[in-house]
């Protein structure tokens, strides 16, 4: 773990700075660009990974943000639902053109919020959470409460029910 080099990773900081967060944005030699990745690189539980998956609503057309507990999996026909649409993969043009960012990389915020979106109830069973920040090798920690406070979120159930 060291302090961020990276340029998107330190204009993340920055933002992180500028909204008052005490985060403190950390890159690791090795990607996070997994839940299961970042979890090994920072010593924490899966379900501490949020997880900031962008989808592609049909027939709208519209980006669908859910944040996840990397311990889950979105089940895309429930949070479609919610929407009135069904939730179609997007590609790594799409989520670039929505969010700025590269697939891997993607914070929970610090773009244009998006027309819709979820936050995974599960993420506030923890007492802290670590998220992208900008880069498949930078992670940041928060508090639920904080990604709250920064995101125009539903807090719902996302998790496929286990088989």
């Not at 302090?3 to 920055?14: C, D, G, R």
């Not at 403190?24 to 690189?41: H, I, K, L, Q, Y």
């Not at 089940?75 to 919610?82: K, N, P, T, W």
């Not at 969010?99 to 979106?117: C, D, M, R, S, W």
Request: proline share 6%; glycine share 10%.
């Amino acid at each position: 773990m060291r302090t961020p080099s990276n340029p998107t990773a330190l204009k993340f900081q920055e933002l992180l700075k500028t909204l008052g967060m005490q985060g403190e944005v950390v890159e690791f030699e090795g990607t996070t660009r997994t839940a299961a990745d970042a979890a090994a690189a920072i010593g924490c539980e899966v379900g501490q990974i949020v997880k900031s998956l962008i989808f592609r609503a049909q027939p709208s057309g519209e980006a669908v943000l859910v944040l996840t507990s990397g311990a889950n999996r979105v089940d895309e026909a429930h949070v479609g639902a919610l929407i009135g649409e069904t939730l179609g993969k997007a590609d790594a043009e799409f989520v670039r053109a929505h969010t700025g960012y590269a697939i891997g990389g993607v914070p929970p915020f610090g773009y244009k919020n998006l027309e819709h979106t979820f936050m995974d109830e599960d993420l506030l069973k923890y007492e802290e959470i670590w998220a992208a920040a900008g880069t498949p090798n930078a992670v940041f920690p928060l508090k639920p409460a904080e990604l709250l406070q920064q995101v125009s979120a539903k807090v719902v159930k996302v998790a496929m029910e286990p088989r």
